[in-house]
């Protein structure tokens, strides 16, 4: 009952025609701003969103679900026993095994550093990367006829084309666990050809970086025993869950190894799209907080518009707390009008961005030619509530001044 009346005069100082025409521009401009404050807030999150699923959708191409290094060094050693219990744990689907070693990949008068990676058969069912193919096709040879697969990068820098190469390329690799130590540098340096195939283009920071060949190849060309490793990749059942799967490898595995799930692998770069987030939702919310002292002189004038209505509810009986509650639900109803407007308004433009690509992005080197947005239902009900409890609070000192005025009916 007592909710009811609270709303019903609120509403009607909402909708009233005021006896001063600035009263009511002031309370659209107040309640304008609020709306054009959240949807713009919430569109740049769904750009953010957007950016951020493409980033990880191209990352996770490359970096496996799950995977094992060693805590210190920088190879691992795994038995075929251990290997079969990883198998054999519900969640997972497959695993690789890789090397990763620095090199330099020389053609004619041309040289890059590499990071060349071995890979075994079944790094197409634990990696995206082969469906990342640019040209020619995802083939690392043997351990006697090893293939290269260059990142787009690698192959400009190199200035060959991979799938119609017809010269090897020349691959300079440090070799590993050596006998003895010689006195001549470049005996621990290994030279050998390999043709390329084929060449990726994912992202910049692998396409300049990794060259992928056969890890039987490199694991006798730089000396590895036979169960020696750099990384364990695995690759999860979709739907399963990666924190159950990595706690049962280390069950196995136990502490001896760092076991890290996709984030763990990337922590800098997450990190960084979540602290670019709250940065910027924090730019708004100030700028939301600005847009409210709108609100607070639409109130405090409408407080003094409404002298005699406040005099006239106290003398029938009304105490200072419903006169405050009548006017900071006045400002709760222009802040939730706001936030809900710019809510919807938010919604169909980011609806126009994906339909109609309205904001292309410029240049002819992005995977995608317009701005990805991607609206979350959280960030929704965070600003919404932002913008509420930011009306609310502005409305908290005209809603007080209204309750302390004294009945001078005469």
Known sequence: M???????????????????????????????????????LIIILSAFNGFESLVKSLYASFYPDIRISAVSGKTIELNPEQLLQVKNITGVFAFSQTIEEKAVIQQNAFQQV?????????????????????????????????????????????????????LPLTVYLPKKNLASVSAQPLDALGVSNAYPKGVFSIQSDFDNKYVLTNISFLKSFM???????????????????????????????????????????????????????LAIYGIFMLMLIIAAFNMVGSLSMLVLEKQRDIQMLKAMGANNVLIQQIFLLEGILLSSIGSFGGVF?????????????????EGASFLIDYYPVEWRVGDLIAVALTVIVIGMAASWMPSRKASLQKILLR
Do not use: H
């Not at 100082?13 to 009263?23: N, W």
């Not at 193919?133 to 293939?147: C, H, I, Q, V, W």
């Not at 799967?245 to 890290?260: F, H, M, N, P, T």
């Open 345 to 361: 308004l938010a919604l169909f433009i980011c609806y126009l961005q994906t339909t109609f690509k309205l904001i292309p992005l």
């Open 2 to 40: 007592k909710g009811s009346i609270l709303f019903k005069f609120s509403w009607r100082y909402f909708k009233a025609k005021k006896s001063t025409q600035a009263v009511n521009i002031i309370s659209w401009v107040s309640m304008l701003a609020m709306l054009v404050g959240s949807a713009s």
């Open 223 to 277: 000396n590895f025993r036979e169960n020696e490793m750099t990384y364990l990749e695995i690759k999860a059942i979709p739907g399963a869950n990666i924190a159950t799967v990595k706690d049962q490898v280390k069950k196995i595995l136990g502490d001896r190894y760092k076991i890290e799930d996709r984030f763990e692998q990337n922590r800098t770069l997450y990190n960084t799209i979540r602290l670019e987030k």
């Open 114 to 166: 590499v990071v060349i990676k071995g890979v075994d058969d079944a790094y197409i069912k634990t990696s995206g990367l082969p469906d990342k193919m640019l040209r020619g096709k995802f083939y690392t040879g043997d351990a006697e006829n090893p293939s290269l697969v260059l990142g787009i990068g690698i192959e400009q820098a190199l200035g060959v084309m991979a799938d119609r190469s017809l």
